[in-house]
């Protein structure tokens, strides 16, 4: 009993997704940026949330949405629209950036609400189309998924792992650089300081004071 418990909860805090009510402004854009390592399904629905004033206008304002992958790659673009969605799979690890703007720049023009729903990995993924296919129900049906929170839970470890070799690799390339710096700026100071006592020593003798 207390194992069904615990993978219920498990998969209840997996397939969380990320729920966003976002206010854009008249000018400017606002962005959401995730960081997102390789080979995860991505799936987002984005949609204008009218206001008492927008309805009693009958008016919808529209927005334009980008999404860029962290090398500058265009995923999804959308101009003059109240709604939409847009799913990838990651081929590149790290920020993976979707903006949002609004069309009209009119005076007078009121900022508007969006929301945003984004799922990621299992979250993203459609386990009624799952089910009918391999014929599995129940029981045999959490077990697939808590199986797939396994392995993303596995797969998020491991990216983890990389990052964390990629920065103790920068960390000690930077002390390496720290350190050999440090040293030709002592090795200067104490080429300096010598050339100098010569000098001295040349002057004084010049002047015949030693």
Known sequence: MELCKLVLLLLTVMTVAEAIWMELPTSGTKCLSEDIHTNVV??????VIGDEEHAQANVVPTISVKVTSPFGNNLHHK?????????FTTTEAGNYLAC????????GAKAVTIGIDWKMGISAKDWESVARKDKIEGVELELVKLEGIVQAIHENLEYLKDREAQMREEN???NSRVAWLSIMSLGICIAAAVLQVFYLKNFFRKKKLI
Not at 42 to 47: F, K, M, P, R
Not at 100 to 107: G, K
């Open 42 to 47: 991505v799936l987002a629905d984005y949609s």
């Open 100 to 107: 949002f703007w609004m069309d009209n720049h009119a005076p």
């Open 172 to 174: 000690e390339k930077t």
């Open 79 to 87: 101009e003059n629209v109240t709604h939409g969605q847009f799913a």
